[in-house]
């Protein structure tokens, strides 16, 4: 209910997932009922034998504070979401509301794993020759060297499983490669992080300009430096197609090239756009939460929910909780920092 394109687009793309996705688990929209209903009848989809609606009266709005959200509309509609993921009765949740309360949320309700200090929103993003695992995408902007260490094994695992690598290359993302290059926390990251060798297959500091490149798989940030690096991509790639489509079709020459190598555009728009991936795990805690762009259209959303799908059926929770356990351990004269 509180994504920027409305529950009218939630629920084009719950049509689109069952239209596209065979094996879909059951999927219950929550939200107004009065509002959810004739929206419904009118996409055929008021008696879908996979498709329920549970009744939330309230709303999560931007402009909403954390804890006073969390206390006053316990009957909105992303906290009734949460609470039936932790009573088992769903999953995996899939939002487009406010990053700042779903992260608190998720937290308070479902809880960490153990070892887990804070979840991590880990999207998924184009690069040369594939894609890479960005964490953290924004749930935890203060972080401090041990969140980071955190953020490198969930990385690893959901790169492991989405993506299929089973050695992910993992990049600390700082302003130079050279040694003690950066703050204090990607400093007591980088050392931390290399007596983990084996545990994760750190690669060592990356700057800005390898993320695109063949270099790493895993890029661990904190989630203020993460949320930053991923509304300028999304910007970038409007930006980029935008340029590309008035500049083919400023003269008759132009466009007659465009119309040629249309193929070659076409690949490239589907590479880059935000939408593919339209939904980034918080990954760390008991349970599954897929945060969706506020402004995320049908099509991102759909694909979230395909996606949401996909954790469902894998549980990635024993692993990561064993890797952590491991590198707690490992650096348990630093655990105070």
Same mark, same amino acid.
């Given at each position: 209910?509180?994504g920027?394109?409305? /529950? ?12 596209e996705?065979p094996?879909?688990n059951?999927?219950?929209?929550v939200?107004?009922e ?19 609606v ?8 931007p ?16 906290? +009734?979401a ?9 999953g ?10 779903l992260?608190?949320?998720?937290t ?9 200090e804070?979840? @991590? ?11 890479? *695992?960005?964490?953290?995408g ?6 401090? @060297?041990?969140?980071? &260490? ?10 492991? &499983? &989405?993506?299929?690598?089973?050695? /992910?290359?993992?990049?600390l993302?700082? *302003?130079?490669t050279?040694?003690?290059?950066? %703050? ?31 270099e790493?798989?895993?890029?661990v ?27 083919l079709k ?29 939904g980034?795990?918080?990954l760390g ?12 259209? +049908?099509q ?8 949401? %799908?996909?954790?469902? +059926?894998?549980d990635?929770?024993? +692993? ?8 707690n ?9």
């Amino acid at each position: 209910m509180g994504g920027d394109l409305g /529950p009218a687009e939630m629920v084009e793309a719950v049509k689109l997932a069952l239209a596209e996705f065979p094996g879909l688990n059951p999927i219950n929209l929550v939200g107004d009922e009065a509002v959810l209903q004739p929206l419904l009848r009118s996409a055929n989809l008021d008696r879908h034998p996979l498709l329920t609606v549970t009744h939330a009266s309230e709303v999560i709005t931007p402009e909403d504070e954390v804890m006073q959200a969390i206390k006053r509309k316990r009957d909105a509609s992303m906290l +009734r979401a949460i609470d039936l993921v932790k009573s088992g009765e769903a999953g995996a949740v899939v939002s487009t509301g406010n990053t700042k309360i779903l992260v608190a949320a998720g937290t308070l309700k479902l809880r960490t794993l153990d070892g887990v200090e804070r979840p @991590a929103l880990a999207p998924i993003v184009p690069r040369e020759g594939g894609h890479f *695992i960005l964490i953290d995408g924004g749930a935890n902007p203060e972080a401090k @060297a041990q969140h980071l &260490v955190h953020n490198a094994i969930l990385g690893t695992h959901y790169c492991r &499983v &989405v993506l299929g690598i089973e050695k /992910p290359r993992v990049g600390l993302l700082t *302003i130079g490669t050279e040694e003690n290059k950066g %703050n204090a926390l990607i400093s007591e990251t980088h050392d931390a992080l290399k007596k983990l060798n084996g545990l994760i297959n750190y690669a060592g500091p990356v700057e800005g300009f390898h993320v695109f490149l063949d270099e790493v798989d895993v890029v661990v940030c904190d989630g203020f430096v993460g949320n930053i690096c991923l509304k300028s991509w999304e910007s970038m790639s409007k930006f980029f197609s935008r340029t590309l489509k008035t500049n083919l079709k400023a003269n008759p020459l132009r466009m007659l090239g465009a119309l040629i190598a249309q193929g070659a555009f076409k690949e490239l728009k589907q590479r880059i756009q935000p939408e593919r991936y339209g939904g980034a795990p918080l990954l760390g805690l008991r349970g599954n939460i897929l945060k969706a762009h506020g402004s995320a259209n +049908r099509q991102a959303v759909k694909n979230a929910i395909r996606d949401a %799908n996909e954790c469902i +059926r894998i549980d990635l929770n024993h +692993r990561i909780e064993v890797d952590v356990a491991q590198a707690n351990n490992v650096l348990q004269p630093a655990a105070s920092v």
